[in-house]
């Protein structure tokens, strides 16, 4: 971007529109994201099988015109099932990381704005959390405390949500460490801004991007653990169908029958690398951005 | 040259701003130690003058100023504006004095929020005074301003009127609470227990009550409202959406909600928890429409207006073809009105209320101020700050500054980021600006040439203290303290006969953790002896008229 001394276009045509450029594989994830989500929603009313339907003489049967992902070893629509189990793991993975994102945005807003003892007291509990592997932490939980198959999911947003805060609270509390010390936050401060109006609306705007981007990678490595969780039985019990049930369950018949294991799979897999993918895109666009300054 | 003292300063009174023993320390991490930035300055500056305050990086010129400002708050010392001590007021009290004291920074770009337009910058300062009048915080303010116009247009209503309608709200809250608990009860045999019953059960439920209590206070608000906003409000929601997108919007939407009212009706025989849930499912799918719909389209009132009615249309039908008596169809309009209004009030408020009330109230004085500095308000007022140049943002910085009409302009090294052709502009911007308002000046710089240009009187700075005080001419002609003269031989000339060799400086500057005792400059001044490092000299007046704070001053002492 050019300075002109004191003109008036200063950016060139060509930087605004690379800014700008939305890729193929950016619509394609978006577009898939859209529609499972918008399936898994309206799952009830959707024209399709329902998830716990058996039929009779279609056990292991690979895709066919009835059963679009085909049926397994029960006999149980997968093209029904996958998206129903999308239910369970987008509502995990999306609440978990919205709360995370809300709880450990503010507090690392905070402690990235106030710094001192509370944010020394923060980063070292982040830290500590940081360290223990969160699979292992989930899975040791979900056993010790045993909470009734009724609470499950809640149980396991909350979970999901304690490992959560810490990473982005990182993230964050860096992101704003370096723009409060930016002059327009001494400018805002200049004017009489209170540190709420300072923290909403000159740091927030900013901090915004990477907090989103980076919740998104959080909400795919939700998706990850609540497959393994549920792979180990120990998610939504069943007859809640989840994706990571699904590939437990097809896992002995992977010679006679793969799709059963893989077609929740491969959903599981596009839905993780969709989110990723939108998360980077997300964050370089606002690197883009600032480099222009 | 550790000027203490205040020989230099004009009598009480007579100053608009009168700085006294300033001092700023910061400590360094857990070690004990502190940094001496400031170490007992005092300053004044009489109404409409403008005073420079020079001195090499780190001598603490820029900290005096952020003192003075209180960002932070100085150590001790007092900092009296028009004889109010600022450094005993509480957060409230100088909040409210904060307008007559504003100050622009060195980096241009940098004190500009890149995620802000020009026009919401420049009117920021007229935002915070406006909400500290209004409320504190954003958040606050904004309920309190709602509920005022709540209460003003509800009191519009007949009192039997208002009574019937609180009636109806109840009613309809004990009906949509028991409905939703006949719904519990079938639990065992209906399907809103199964599959995903558990995911959605309970949200539903905590939706449902929501939407009651919001349904409660919303019906008052829209029959209220709905006699007295004219057409033209509503035509002006609409009006600028492109008939394209409305098109879209509608078609998809209504398809939708067919759909819905289809799958509901026939599969499910009007069950009144698969009714709730399509009349959810629909509001959702219509705020997400609203979403695309306001990406594709920048009026996003229109399209949340069109959103907005279509969804309350959706939800009328989902209830309609349930086949609900007369008197619940009633209620069901009543109350899908209501969340019409308010999907409207709250999205389309929320979403442009800083925008309008800006443009509304105070675009045209930020655009008069705009203009002002020499910007064309029209082409800048959407812009973001990296669009600008450096001189630009400068300009933009100076107009936020001017825009609460300060008394005292506090400005550090506006011009040091600046291209040379751009510094005079913005210099001769500060002196337009300075005779048209009666600005005071405090022009912090290192620029000697910049301060003699603008200044009435000179403070030199040297490691947290005074070393020089006087008018620019004398101070110039005459430098009194040894300081002043290597600062003024180091003032690069554009003459290549002139022997660069005779401005070399003695040592670099020495520690502010632990400075030099005595005299601060005795490590690099020519002239020191024993005496300097026993003795910190005080503020004496010369002959020539400046004052200077050196035991060897090079001009007579008066």
């Known amino acids: ?293 | 040259m550790a000027g203490t003292g205040k020989a230099h300063l004009r009598p009480h009174g007579e100053a608009l701003l009168r700085v006294e023993d300033l001092v700023v320390e910061f400590k360094i991490g857990a070690t004990g130690n502190v940094v001496n930035a400031v170490s007992g300055i005092s300053l004044d500056v009489l109404a409409g003058e403008t005073v420079g305050l020079v001195g090499e990086s780190g001598c603490g010129k820029s900290t005096t100023g952020k003192a003075i400002m209180g960002v932070p708050s100085p150590t001790s010392g007092s900092v009296l504006l028009d004889a109010v001590d600022l450094t005993g007021l509480s957060d409230d009290e100088m909040r409210r004095i904060r307008p007559d004291l504003q100050m622009i920074f060195q980096d241009p770009i940098s004190s500009l929020n890149p995620r802000r337009s020009i026009g919401d910058i420049v009117a920021e300062p007229l935002m915070i005074k406006r909400e500290d009048q209004v409320g504190h915080g954003p958040v606050r303010g904004w309920l309190k301003r709602y509920a005022s116009r709540f209460v003003a247009v509800a009191e519009t209503v007949t009192k039997p009127l208002r009574v019937l309608l609180v009636l109806a709200s109840v009613a309809f809250v004990l009906w949509v609470v028991s409905e939703a608990a006949e719904g519990r009860r079938f639990e065992s045999e209906l399907a809103w227990t199964e599959v995903p019953a558990q995911i959605v059960g309970f949200p539903v439920l905590v939706i449902l009550v929501a939407m009651a209590v919001v349904v409660f206070a919303g019906c008052l608000v829209w029959l209220a409202l709905a006699a007295m906003i004219p057409f033209e409000v509503v035509s002006g929601y609409l009006a600028p959406i492109s008939p394209a997108v409305g098109l879209l919007g509608a078609a998809s939407s209504a398809a939708v909600s067919w759909f819905m009212v289809y799958r509901t009706w026939n599969s499910l025989g009007g069950n009144f928890a698969w009714v709730v849930r399509g009349g959810v499912l629909t509001v959702a799918t219509v705020s997400i429409m609203w979403l695309v719909a306001s990406a594709i389209k920048p009026s996003r009132a229109g399209a949340a207006g069109v959103a907005a009615s279509l969804a309350s249309l959706a939800y009328l039908q989902v209830f309609y073809i349930a086949g609900l008596d007369a008197v619940t169809k009633l209620v069901v309009i009543l109350a899908s009105a209501a969340l019409d209004y308010f999907i409207v009030k709250l999205v389309v408020k929320k979403l442009a209320m800083r925008r309008s009330d800006t443009q509304r109230r105070f675009d045209p004085l930020v655009r008069e101020m705009l203009e002002v500095v020499g910007m064309n308000p029209d082409s800048t007022v959407g812009r973001k700050p990296h669009e600008l140049s450096g001189g630009q943002a400068q300009r933009v910085s100076i107009a936020r500054a001017l825009i609460m009409n300060p008394k005292v302009l506090i400005c550090d090294e506006p011009v040091s980021a600046l291209d040379v052709s751009v510094q005079a502009q913005t210099l001769n911007l500060l002196q337009d600006m300075k005779q048209r308002y009666g600005l005071t000046l405090l022009f912090i710089a290192h620029d000697l040439a910049v301060v003699k240009n603008v200044s009435d009187r000179v403070a030199v700075m040297y490691l947290g203290k005074l070393c020089e005080v006087g008018a620019p001419d004398s101070l110039f002609a005459n430098p009194a303290h040894p300081y002043t003269e290597l600062l003024l031989s180091a003032i690069a000339h554009p003459d290549p006969l002139i022997d660069p060799s005779i401005t070399e400086v003695p040592a670099d500057l020495p520690s502010a953790v632990s400075p030099p005792s005595g005299c601060r400059f005795r490590t690099r001044c020519p002239r020191a002896e024993e005496h300097c490092g026993q003795r910190e000299p005080q503020m004496r007046p010369t002959v020539v008229g400046q004052y200077v704070a050196c035991h060897f001053p090079l001009v007579e002492m008066g």
């Open chain 1, 1 to 293: 971007m050019g300075l002109a001394v004191d003109g008036t276009a200063t950016q060139t045509p060509a930087t605004t529109a690379r800014s700008k450029q939305v890729g193929p594989v950016l619509w394609l994830a978006v577009v898939y994201l859209s529609v499972l989500a918008g399936a898994a929603i309206s799952a009830v009313v959707l024209p399709i099988h329902e998830p716990d339907a058996t039929f009779r003489g279609t056990s292991r049967d690979g895709p066919n015109f009835n059963h679009w992902f085909g049926n397994d070893a029960v006999g149980h629509d997968i093209f029904s099932r996958v998206i129903y189990g999308a239910q369970v793991s987008l509502t995990v993975a999306a609440v978990g990381a919205l709360l995370a994102l809300v709880i450990g945005g503010g507090i690392g807003m905070l402690a990235g704005y106030y710094r001192g003892r509370v944010d020394a007291i923060i980063t070292a509990i982040g830290d500590a959390t940081l360290v223990i592997p969160p699979l292992l932490v989930a899975i040791s939980l979900i056993l010790f405390l045993d909470p009734t198959a009724q609470r499950r999911v809640f149980f396991l947003i909350a979970v999901f949500v304690l490992l959560s805060i810490a990473p982005i609270a990182r993230v964050v509390r860096a992101s704003t460490m370096v723009w409060s010390e930016r002059e327009f936050v001494l400018a805002a401060k200049t004017m009489g801004a209170g540190d709420t109006r300072i923290l909403l609306r000159e740091l927030l705007p900013n901090v915004a991007p990477a907090l989103i981007s980076y919740s998104l990678i959080v909400m795919a490595n939700l998706i990850v653990v609540e497959g393994a969780v549920a792979f180990l039985g120990l998610s939504v019990p069943p007859p809640t169908p989840t994706w990571g049930d699904m590939i437990n369950k097809g896992r002995t018949d992977l010679d006679v029958a793969p799709h059963v294991s893989l077609i929740p799979a491969a959903f599981m897999v596009f839905t993780v690398v969709a989110l990723n993918y939108l998360g980077d895109r997300l964050r370089e666009q606002f690197e883009q951005r600032e480099s222009l300054l």
